[in-house]
């Protein structure tokens, strides 16, 4: 399947201004205002957050950095949905003094300044969530908390040639023979969903339960993965899991923003029976069929 990329260094690869030459040639991420983390095969920066797809309409995010363009605007809509109130999404370090009277909901994540130190278990911390947003109330109570997972997707091959084209100046470069790993949504993700919206169903404060966010096109093979029969549960609850999916955009001032597309909550309980459920089944006889159009060519 043909894969071309969309964006290099947050921005479109015709788009040229100092600032987004600036990030290209320090090789910074525009989203974490840190260098880019995601890496090719030869350990150099790959640069690369979005790619194009025939069987897509809309560019694909490829690179989870990408979800926290417009200053973490995503993890704001969350605590929107979560809690239903306008405190101030915060890092740990920004927690002073000055501000304890008011309540604030804080997100721990990595490189947020406050990574949650969790005990390790057998099965090297499958538990592990990218964020946590935790509610404090006035005088630094506790109050509840979700938890966030961030998905992207990942790559089969590599698309380093066209990145070495780029890094060459080149504006119209090639299309890669890589693709897109759907495949790890069914083997990996799913399971991960499951195992952590239980975890964290056990938890007395965690009472809106997981929130899962991914670009469009990856929520859409999750739904068809999960036969696109899941009970809506708007009520959220212990245990729900929701489902938030993003698009790409482009601000009025031509910085990168990330839109919101949709959102779905339902129950761990209804992703778990679903995954187990096999009822997207191929016609009966595809074998038989298959071997018969191959007889009649030898």
Request: aromatic letters at 8%.
């Amino acid at each position: 399947m043909a894969l071309q990329i969309e964006e290099w260094f947050g921005h479109p690869l015709s788009e040229s201004s100092s600032l987004v030459d600036h990030l290209r040639e320090s090789e910074t991420c525009p989203f974490r205002d840190l260098r880019c983390t995601k890496r090719l095969g030869d350990g150099s920066r790959s640069g690369v957050c979005s790619v194009k797809i025939a069987s897509e309409i809309s560019p694909v995010i490829i690179c989870p950095n990408r979800f926290y363009a417009q200053d973490y605007l995503m993890l704001k809509e969350v605590a929107q949905v979560a809690f239903d109130c306008d405190d101030p999404v915060i890092s740990p370090t920004n927690y002073h003094d000055d501000i304890r009277n008011q309540g604030v909901i804080i997100a721990f994540g990595k490189n947020s300044g406050g990574e949650l130190k969790l005990p390790s278990t057998k099965g090297t911390g499958r538990y592990f969530v990218d964020w946590v947003l935790a509610r404090i109330e006035p005088g630094g109570e506790l109050s509840e908390f979700v938890a966030v997972e961030v998905q992207s997707i990942d790559i089969t091959g590599s698309y380093r040639p066209e990145v070495e084209q780029l890094r060459r100046g080149l504006k119209n470069v090639g299309i890669s023979k890589a693709n897109l790993n759907w495949e790890n949504v069914n083997k990996r993700i799913l399971p991960q969903l499951i195992y952590k919206g239980q975890v964290l169903r056990r938890e007395p404060l965690c009472t809106k339960g997981l929130f899962f966010v991914c670009p469009t096109a990856v929520n859409t093979r999750v739904q068809e993965r999960l036969g696109n029969n899941l009970l809506p549960y708007d009520n959220l609850q212990p245990g729900s899991i929701s489902f938030l999916w993003y698009g790409i955009s482009t601000l009025p001032d031509h910085q990168p923003g990330c839109k919101l597309e949709g959102r779905f909550s339902t129950t761990v309980d209804q992703v778990a029976q679903a995954l187990n459920t096999t009822t997207n089944l191929p016609p009966q006889g595809v074998y038989e069929e298959a071997i018969r159009q191959q007889l009649a060519r030898i």
